[in-house]
Nanobody
């Protein structure tokens, strides 16, 4: 069974940067679209960014607010989320997700495969 494995989370101070990574285990090639979602305490899971694996076309959600960059390295079969100038509202569990169709969807239910999440805590 395909699984996604996230890494790179941690506890940082406001203004710091983090780079999250996501890679599939079990097989190569995960889906046509991969995305990052964030679930903050007490809130619903929200779309941060998504990317079409082959073309590199991307879409950012409201939580991104110009401070994140989504990218992928096909040679490493790895998805990234670079987050700069982190703020406390960036705290949450960040999930990697994948889907087969080409639409970069913002709704979590559109994604069939999920990782376990990696915790990001931004606090002074």
């Amino acid at each position: 069974q395909v699984q996604l494995v996230e890494s790179g989370g941690g506890s940082v101070q406001p203004g710091d940067s983090l780079r999250l990574s996501c890679a599939p285990s079990g097989r190569t090639g995960i889906g046509n679209v991969m995305a990052w979602f964030r679930q903050s305490p007490g809130l619903e899971r929200e779309f941060v960014a998504g990317i079409r694996w082959e073309s590199g076309r991307f879409l950012y959600g409201n939580p991104a607010k110009g401070r994140v960059t989504i990218s992928r390295d096909s040679s490493k079969n790895t998805l990234y989320l670079q987050m700069n100038n982190l703020k406390p509202e960036g705290t949450g569990v960040y999930y990697c997700a994948a889907k087969d169709t080409l639409l970069i969807a913002a709704r979590p239910r559109e994604y069939a495969v999920w990782g376990q999440g990696t915790q990001v805590t931004v606090s002074s």
